[in-house]
């Protein structure tokens, strides 16, 4: 009988697979696409919505009355009255997603941040020159620094007798000179332009020749301009200078009270050439109007004369 031989053939490597495997790749792709795309919604997400999240998937949010069918859900619906809605669809979970910031946005943001320090540096600077001379550490109580929307606000004012210029003149006080300087050594190296204003208190103030509150602080702010451009402010980033008599009170319940007359210096915000910010191409901002030195003692535009009637006399401690 003749010998049978059988042959068992395997099969190599390299045959055809099919293309199961290019789904299932492109499965995982777009699996770990919409993972990455949780994540970052999940991360510009506000506490208050991820906590909404959070209660939404909560199973003791879930109606634990029994009704109609008696289960978990008593044969109620999850959704609010009036909405429409499938109750066989899979849940939704909608996030606001933050508005996305131009590059001008955001180059704003950070020179406005970058101002609010250089604001910060320059009062904590003022303040211990303050403290470390024994010259000033009396008339700190003259001076009042402050944040406002206008800018950084330095006021000189009048305290418990002391005068930063004598009665019914705008001849300023050697102390003054002192704080002044402080001043200028604190935001010298600023980009912000500056805004002077004169204030008196509101006790009448006239002479027969006419001369008044308005007069006055007017004369007082363009002195205090004068010093500061003396110890060594450029004359250029002066956008204001004004006399505005009594007409805004620091303390509008006590309108004769002595702190009310004062020199107001302001560093404008966005104001003033400044540096590139990461590389940007530096462009200065928005500046102010040039120095104006108004003899007439009334502020830029403001026409209306004082009513208040003269006196023919020059009060005490103006």
């Known amino acids: 009988m003749p010998d049978i031989v059988i042959k068992k053939i395997k099969k190599g490597g390299h045959g055809h697979h099919g293309g199961a495997w290019k789904v299932a790749y492109a499965d995982f792709v777009t699996a770990m696409m919409a993972f990455f795309l949780l994540l970052w919604l999940l991360s510009s997400a506000t506490e208050e919505q991820l906590q909404g999240v959070s209660n939404y998937f909560t199973p003791e949010t879930i109606s634990q009355s029994e009704s109609g069918s008696g289960g978990i859900l008593g044969g109620q619906s999850l959704a609010e009255q009036g909405a429409l809605r499938s109750e066989t669809g899979a849940p939704t979970v909608s996030i606001d997603i933050p508005p996305v910031k131009t590059p001008e946005e955001m180059a704003e943001q950070r020179l406005a941040e970058q101002e609010d320090k250089e604001f910060k540096e320059a009062e904590e600077e003022l303040r211990k020159a303050l403290e470390s001379s024994p010259d000033l550490q009396e008339l700190a109580k003259n001076i009042r620094i402050e944040e406002t929307d206008e800018g950084l606000r330095i006021q000189i004012l009048d305290e418990d007798g002391t005068a930063m210029f004598p009665s019914g003149s705008a001849v300023m006080a050697d102390h003054t000179k002192l704080l002044l300087s402080k001043v200028v050594e604190a935001i010298q190296g600023m980009p912000q332009d500056i805004s002077i204003e004169g204030h008196t208190d509101a006790v009448p103030f006239s002479t027969v020749t006419g001369y008044s509150n308005w007069e006055l602080s007017s004369d007082r702010a363009l002195a205090t301009r004068r010093e500061l451009e003396t110890q060594g402010l450029a004359s250029g980033r002066f956008a204001k200078v004004a006399g505005l008599a009594d007409t805004d009170p620091l303390l509008p319940e006590t309108p004769e009270n002595e702190r009310n007359r004062r020199i107001s210096i302001t ?52």
């Open 267 to 318: 560093l404008l915000r966005g104001t003033g050439e400044r540096p590139a910010v990461d590389g940007e191409t530096s462009a200065p901002a928005q500046s102010g109007t040039p120095s104006t030195e108004q003899g007439s003692g009334q502020e830029s535009g403001n026409s209306a004369p004082s009513n208040r009637r003269p006196s023919f006399s020059v009060p005490s401690n103006r």
